[in-house]
T-cell receptor, first 120, second 118 residues
């Protein structure tokens, strides 16, 4: 079974500064995806960034980038030039192909989340 | 293009009552999922569907039933609500590996339904 661990329950950062959120995972799979989702107070789960395990190049999306260390099973999220709108709960998630009842699907395993607060 | 929508946004039930949560997506996705989110536990999969007319159990299926009569809709039912089912429920959808030729694709989530069972 896969596990995802986010060791920082809460983080805070000043506006315009950079912050890094940590995530580690445990799996015996070789082919999988990793995601960061953002959940603001509105409760909507919003995809921030996605990384395919077979790609060595770290994914980037504007101010968001990841540091993917496959051997170490680490997947951290860096937010540059933090903005007030980045205040949210951030979830790290691992996806692999699972089979149940004769059908396969993309199984998402979530970490417990990190609450990020951006201060003005 | 509304993405994934959920109805209702909030609901309060008494123990033993029944209700149905509706999820709709307009992205022509094959796969749909129901999750519950409890404090400190992240999201856990209740049931999922790989296409119209098919459903399967996830990690925590007990006390819930689902139906996928139309490709765009996925319904989650509680036949006899219990206080342990107080939670926030999320629906998600994605392309399937077979139709897109890709690994299970990114799941896109609805806005959630906050359910309280008294």
């Amino acid at each position: 079974a896969q596990t995802v661990t986010q060791s920082q329950p809460e983080m805070s950062v000043q506006e315009a500064e950079t912050v890094t959120l940590s995530c580690t995972y445990d799996t015996s799979e070789n082919n999988y995806y990793l995601f960061w989702y953002k959940q603001p107070p509105s409760r909507q789960m919003i995809l921030v960034i996605r990384q395919e395990a077979y790609k060595q190049q770290n994914a980037t999306e504007n101010r968001f980038s990841v540091n993917f260390q496959k051997a170490a099973k680490s997947f951290s999220l860096k937010i540059s030039d933090s903005q007030l709108g980045d205040t949210a709960m951030y979830f790290c998630a691992f996806m692999n192909i699972a089979n149940a009842g004769g059908t396969s699907y993309g199984k998402l395993t979530f970490g417990q989340g990190t609450i990020l607060t951006v201060h003005p | 293009n509304a993405g994934v929508t959920q109805t209702p946004k909030f609901r309060v039930l008494k123990t033993g009552q029944s209700m149905t949560l509706l999820c709709a997506q307009d992205m022509n996705h094959e796969y749909m999922y129901w999750y519950r989110q409890d404090p400190g536990m992240g999201l856990r999969l209740i049931h999922y569907s790989v296409g119209e007319g098919t459903t399967a159990k996830g990690e925590v299926p007990d006390g819930y039933n689902v139906s996928r009569l139309k490709k765009q809709n996925f319904l989650l039912g509680l036949e006899s609500a219990a206080p342990s089912q107080t939670s926030v429920y999320f629906c998600a959808s994605s392309y399937s590996p077979s139709s897109s030729g890709r690994f299970p694709d990114t799941q896109y989530f609805g806005p959630g339904t906050r359910l309280t069972v008294l």
